[in-house]
């Protein structure tokens, strides 16, 4: 077991990984612990078993299966507690969930987990304090925020969730741009949307039907104000009734 | 058995009023033993009610318990089933009455109780004993003998469990609390979460309602306290509170549910839920609970963009633990970006221990929406140059997205454009509609009538009925101890239990 053990880790440390030699070997690991006669001692094993754990995690992001990578996080956490003395990637772990549970929009998840880091680890912890940042920025609409902590993450696993979140953020900042703005020159646009030429801005303007007059967008900002207010008769109707219901009740 | 008792009720309501004004030098001990004894003799009918009352003055009682008043009585002359009962009961009371001081004592009691000691033995029933056992152990918890307590508290649970008896959940209930204190006390609450569990899965297949709202307030307690926030929110969906709890506890659920919801983000259902623990608390008395709920209705009040009145603030028992909370009030109000972050600073400490940092923290957004709604009120028109100072933001685009996403968020109603192609942008804000146009009033008006039938309903429910039955066949006599025993019970109700929190 200590060869597969010993593989595993070498396997992983080549770049570029390699994404079966690394699959094959976790499978090599995983039934060597499985089989009764490890020929280790136990911390061995229980430290073999957090190798094929947090290689796990991070393998499901090199490959970008999220559903698997859910899986194996929940596994990595349980092992923690069970394990404490072996948690010294605990952070890493956790600011890779956090950053999960954000680039999926699980915003109340994301505090549930978030309430479990102490106050000081958030500020202080790299790995921790950028998916706060990053949500923080989100919430205030700092959108421009978001794409400068992509130059500095602690982790290069990081940046496929920020990359992610990019495409979110793209979408919030167009509808945005959308209820605000009478008219955008294509070049502001460009700039705002976050795309480094006007070829990628265009054609993603072309996808959401803005209009182009010269070289301006021009978005109507719909007179909803000017509608008459209409007796909504049904709902009043509806709630009268509850009222005479309850009133019934009462007396 | 039940016209003997009711005799000596009737002559306890006779003596009663008239004890501490005849002879006021009288020895406090003995007053508490023979309260404790007619609590004896009614809790030996063994019937639900009578447990209910008996505990629902444990408050009072507990402040009377003194070594020597448990040694009083459990050398009385009460005869247990178990026959080892008592002895095992002295061994928790460690004391040796001083016999001198003790015969005067015992000569004026003796008077009543002795003759009718002499005819037959009074044995006591399962529920005088776990009462007896329990009323030691919250007297070995007063004197922090936690160990001791816990050994008894275990030996309460067994005994109770043999039985398997309905009226002893009271007891249980009670038991489980302290023995939960204890724990926490001595910091090991996570560690018996298990026993919990397992324990609530038995009282909620049982029915014993008592035991499990005390269990689940606990658990969550547990959880709450070990930051384990998904399982405290599992065990909020899984587990149905029982109805008949009594307010106290459904204080604490409430309290407990309020905050997972805060966490999940789900503000409206918070500030319902921390609503209903304040109504829930009794009305004098757990300060410190209602000052902690009144901080998170605060704070949930400011995160839902509600600004709390200015009298919550005033009022005696708030004012100086809210302080750093009418501070926030401010910065929110005003939409002061410095403000905030130097309250945020100062006060970090504070909020730290009160668990509230990271919805604080969280309000900062708010901050920003307010400041920018306060901006277009004043302005028709800036330049979002202008508005990025107002800010104390060092950068045009973020501010730019920022009030573009106000916009978009329906925030303010306001447009970004500029006068001359590629000239600086500005906000110009649109006139403000007549909101009495809108249906807006009407769902106001709804929504405060909904409140009102809603609070009516549950003080409907809340109203709680005496037992119906035997009251066709009571003497004039019974009717009479009755009444007393209502008026009584009504006194107690009006101080509730403030000890308990």
């Known amino acids: ?100 549970l954000l680039a999926f929009n699980r915003l109340s998840d994301f505090h549930m987990l978030l309430e479990q880091v102490p106050q000081r680890e958030q500020t202080s912890n790299a790995y921790i304090s950028t998916p706060v940042r990053i949500e923080q920025s989100l919430m205030e609409g700092a959108y421009n925020k978001v794409v400068l902590t992509e130059k500095n993450i602690p982790s290069p696993f990081y940046s496929v969730f920020i990359r992610i979140m990019l495409d979110t953020i793209r979408r919030e900042i167009a509808s945005s741009i959308e209820k605000s703005f009478k008219s955008l020159t294509a070049k502001d646009a460009t700039v705002m949307l976050l795309f480094d030429n006007d070829q990628k801005m265009l054609k993603y303007a072309q996808d959401r039907k803005w209009r182009l007059d010269g070289n301006r967008f021009v978005f109507e900002v719909e007179a909803a104000q000017d509608k008459p207010v209409n007796l909504d008769t049904v709902r009043i109707a509806t709630q009268t009734l509850f009222y005479a219901k309850q009133l019934e009740q009462i007396v | 058995m039940t016209p003997k008792a009711g005799e000596a009720a009737v002559e306890k309501m006779e003596v009663d009023p008239v004890k501490p004004a005849a002879e006021p030098a ?135 469990q043999n039985t ?39 009282a909620t297949l049982r029915h014993f309602n008592e035991s499990q709202a005390v269990l689940i307030c606990w658990l969550l307690r547990c959880y709450l306290i070990n930051r384990q926030y998904q399982s405290a929110a599992h065990l909020v969906s899984k587990v149905a509170f029982p109805e008949n709890a009594t307010n106290n506890d459904l204080a604490r659920y409430m309290y407990y549910q309020g905050r997972i919801k805060a966490l999940q983000l789900d503000y409206n259902s918070a500030a319902g839920y921390f609503l209903q623990a304040q109504r829930k608390a009794p009305q004098e008395g757990a300060i410190g609970f209602k000052q902690t709920v009144q901080k998170w209705v605060v704070v949930i009040g400011l995160l839902q963009g ?103 968020d329906d925030a303010i109603d306001a447009v970004i454009t500029s006068d001359v192609r590629d000239g600086p942008r500005y906000m110009q804000s649109s006139e403000t509609a007549d909101i009495y146009r809108t249906s807006e009033p009407q769902d106001h008006f709804d929504t405060r009538i909904r409140y009102c039938l809603e609070l009516h309903n549950q003080a409907v429910k809340a109203l709680r009925y005496p037992p119906k039955k035997k009251i066709a066949v009571e003497s004039i006599e019974q009717a009479r101890e009755r009444e007393q025993q209502e008026l009584e019970f009504a006194k107690e109700l009006a101080d509730e239990d403030e000890d308990d929190f």
């Open chain 1, 1 to 100: 077991m200590a060869a597969a053990h010993k593989n595993l880790l070498a396997v992983w440390a080549k770049e570029p990984k390699d994404v079966a030699a690394v699959e094959k070997a976790l499978n090599d690991l995983t039934t060597a612990l499985g089989s009764a006669s490890s020929g280790l001692d136990e911390k061995q094993a229980a430290l073999a078993s957090k190798d094929v754990y947090e290689i796990s995690v991070l393998l499901a992001i090199v490959k970008n299966d999220f559903d698997s990578f859910d899986d194996y996080i929940n596994q990595v956490n349980t092992y923690y507690t069970m394990v404490p003395q072996n948690s010294e990637n605990k952070h890493l772990m956790t600011g890779l969930q956090l950053m999960f």
């Open chain 2, 26 to 160: 009288k020895d406090e001990n003995a007053i508490a033993v023979e309260n404790i004894k007619d609590q004896l003799q009614s809790l030996d009918k063994g019937e639900e009610h009578l447990v209910a009352r008996v505990l629902h003055v444990l408050p009072k009682t507990r402040r009377q318990l003194n070594d020597a008043v448990l040694h009083k009585l459990c050398t009385s002359g009460l005869i247990s089933h178990d026959s080892a009962f008592f002895d095992n009961l002295l061994k928790f009371v460690k004391y040796t009455p001083p016999a001198v001081i003790d015969e005067p004592m015992d000569t004026t009691s003796s008077k009543t109780k002795s003759p009718r000691k002499g005819v037959r033995p009074v044995y006591t029933s399962i529920e005088s004993d776990c009462y007896l056992r329990l009323l030691v152990l919250i007297h070995l918890f007063a004197q922090k003998k936690y160990q001791d307590a816990l050994l008894l508290g275990e030996q309460q649970l067994t005994a109770i």
């Open chain 2, 164 to 202: 398997d008896k309905r009226t002893l959940d009271g007891f249980a209930a009670k038991t489980l609390y302290f023995l939960c204190v204890i724990h926490e006390r001595e910091g090991k609450l996570f560690e018996i979460r298990g026993v919990l569990n397992s324990r609530l899965r038995t």
């Open chain 2, 306 to 408: 509600e600004i709390p009145e200015r009298n919550v603030f005033r009022q005696p028992i708030y004012r100086k633990c809210l302080a750093q909370y009418l501070d926030l009030t401010h910065a929110v109000r005003l939409g002061d970006i410095a403000k905030f972050n130097h309250v945020l600073e100062q006060h970090r400490k504070v909020f730290e221990a009160d668990d509230t940092l990271t919805l604080i923290v969280r309000l900062r957004q708010n901050v920003i929406k307010t400041a920018i709604k306060q901006i277009s009120l004043a302005y028709s028109r800036i330049y979002i140059k202008d508005i990025a100072k107002k800010l104390l933001m060092d950068n045009e685009t973020e501010t730019e997205y920022i009030v573009a996403k106000a916009i978009a």
